[in-house]
């Protein structure tokens, strides 16, 4: 009876998190394009009087390294390691105080709850990411350098948009996770995670050129030409995110009647963006099978399975499923209980296609008193990107200590070593994506640098036993190095009830 309402309760949660998940997200504009949408917004300029063209920024070059960090960002946020309460098993050592085994499920112990037994736990986790491959996300050091085509060189000349583009990241999750021990070595469970994310982005556009003050203009070049429209249709605002633009105080007007409203030219500009998600995260559906229980060593294998339930084009999951196959060991000496795993993540499917999706403007008839208009879309990529989403190889290691009935403290070290995930590099130069002829653009250029990652955090945690049955967690995750996302600092904290 016991296992048939586990199942039960079980196929309950999976439901509820399906029709969760099923619901419309808090944005409607897709967080997985973020960068690109955020570049094409600040970097449209004036070509001709009386036309704003979006042609300046072409897909291709949004199509490029913008979105090849939109893919990069997306792919590293759905998979941060989280604490979803499936680490709730003793190592079976007897000697051991029965609160032991509620710490975060970074790791794993090579143990098992016990047949007939149940523990659930609620947890929540805030992470805010501070750099990338190394480039501090707020440093404004991820620099982008547009140009026009070809096509267009007469038009707009020897002419280059600087973007220097600076983030804020940071996720909230609060899951629920509940283990069932089966028999006295296997344990079955379920994690599910509640994830929100904010995404606040700065860029500061720049145009480099022969024609840089509004006056005296030559004769040939039309009064609005070369310069940064304010209004009517930039900054593009995007559904349920907040936009605004710094202006620059004491700059000229364009003369009338090309500039009605009172619009505004300026050489450079500054534009903010502000975007938030929530919904259900990817699902973890978890099986653990304790091979020995030996006093000294234990060992134990595990599989994991997160289940496609999140919103992979707000970055609520990944869009595909993800399992886990790992060996984990468990020894003791003294109150040190070292513990170490290896394992390896196979992804099935696909990221989102918006990775594969750009921003495209071109002129339009403009509609009175207006004597001008810019009609946007969303095209597909012209170089589209490799959706596959990538497989990982997973070691993790660390100690707990063990203090007599109410205190656990623990420190471990997590390496994912990912494949075909892009990684990134800042040149202080931007000549390489200049042409001869094209005007010195200074500031900073980010490159790819590789397409596969070594992604390590370090974690801290503690836990004290209220009761006998029920204890206080708490975590801390900060960076030790190596590639992609590494967060300032992360704080969990969590209630385990066995």
């Known amino acids: 009876m016991r296992v048939s309402r586990m199942l039960y309760l079980i196929a309950m949660v999976l439901a509820c998190s399906r029709g969760a998940g099923a619901q419309t997200p808090a944005v409607s504009a897709p967080l997985s394009r973020f960068v690109s949408d955020l570049l094409a917004a600040g970097g449209r300029i004036d070509a001709t009087a009386g036309d704003e063209l979006g042609d300046f920024l072409v897909a291709q070059q949004l199509g490029g390294v913008p979105s090849r960090l939109n893919q990069s960002l997306g792919l590293q946020l ?37 047949r007939g037994k149940t523990s659930v736990s609620f947890n929540y986790q805030n992470v805010s990411q501070g750099s990338i491959d190394g480039i ?23 002419e280059a948009v600087q973007e220097a583009l600076a983030l804020r990241l940071q996720q909230d999750v609060a899951s629920f996770g509940l283990v069932y021990g089966v028999t006295d070595r296997l344990d079955v469970g379920v994690g599910v995670p509640i994830v929100h994310i904010e995404m606040e982005g700065q860029v500061r556009s720049q145009v480099f050129g022969p024609t840089y003050t509004l006056t005296p203009r030559p004769p040939n070049i039309p009064p609005d030409a070369h310069f940064f429209d304010v209004y009517p249709a930039t900054p593009a605002p995007a559904s349920g995110c907040s936009t605004s633009e710094i202006d620059i105080t004491g700059v000229n007007h364009a003369p009338d009647p090309v500039a009605l409203f009172n619009m505004v030219e300026l050489a450079s500009r500054v534009i903010t963006r502000k975007c938030k998600a929530s919904g259900i995260g990817d699902v973890v ?7 020995t229980n030996s006093a000294t060593n234990a060992l134990a294998v595990g599989i994991d399975a997160r289940l496609p339930t999140g919103d992979a084009d707000q970055l609520l999951g990944t869009g595909g499923t993800r399992a886990t196959g790992s060996i984990v060991w468990t020894g003791r000496s003294g109150r040190f209980l070292p513990h170490a795993s290896a394992g390896y993540t196979y992804a099935a499917g696909n990221g989102t296609s918006q990775f594969n999706q750009v921003t495209s403007c071109v002129a339009s008839g403009a509609s009175a008193p ?84 070594t ?44």
């Open 370 to 453: 207006a004597t001008r208009a810019t009609t946007c879309s969303v095209i597909a990529s012209p170089t589209p990107l490799d959706l596959k989403l990538p497989s990982e190889i997973n070691f993790a290691g660390g100690t707990d200590i063990v203090f007599y009935r109410r205190l656990t403290i623990a420190g471990d070290v997590l390496a994912r070593l990912a494949r075909n995930l892009t990684t990134f590099t800042v040149n202080d130069s931007t000549a390489s994506a200049l042409l001869p002829g094209d005007p010195t653009v200074p500031g900073t250029l980010l490159q790819v640098k590789g397409t596969n990652a």
């Open 78 to 114: 759905a998979t941060t390691p989280f604490d979803v309460g499936l680490e709730t098993s003793k190592p079976g050592f007897e000697a051991l105080p029965a609160h032991y085994g509620f710490g975060p499920s970074f790791t794993m112990h090579a143990g098992a709850i016990g």
């Open 136 to 158: 501090g996300l707020d440093s404004f050091r991820l620099g982008f350098v547009m140009t026009p085509p070809p096509s267009l060189r007469a038009q707009y000349g020897a």
């Open 455 to 498: 992604l390590l955090v370090g974690m801290a945690a503690a836990q004290v036993a209220l009761t006998d049955r029920t204890v206080l967690k708490a975590n801390l995750m900060f960076p030790v190095g190596g590639d992609g996302l590494s967060p300032r600092m992360a704080f969990g904290a969590g209630l385990g009830v066995r």
């Open 285 to 291: 559906g978890h099986v653990r099978y304790r091979i």
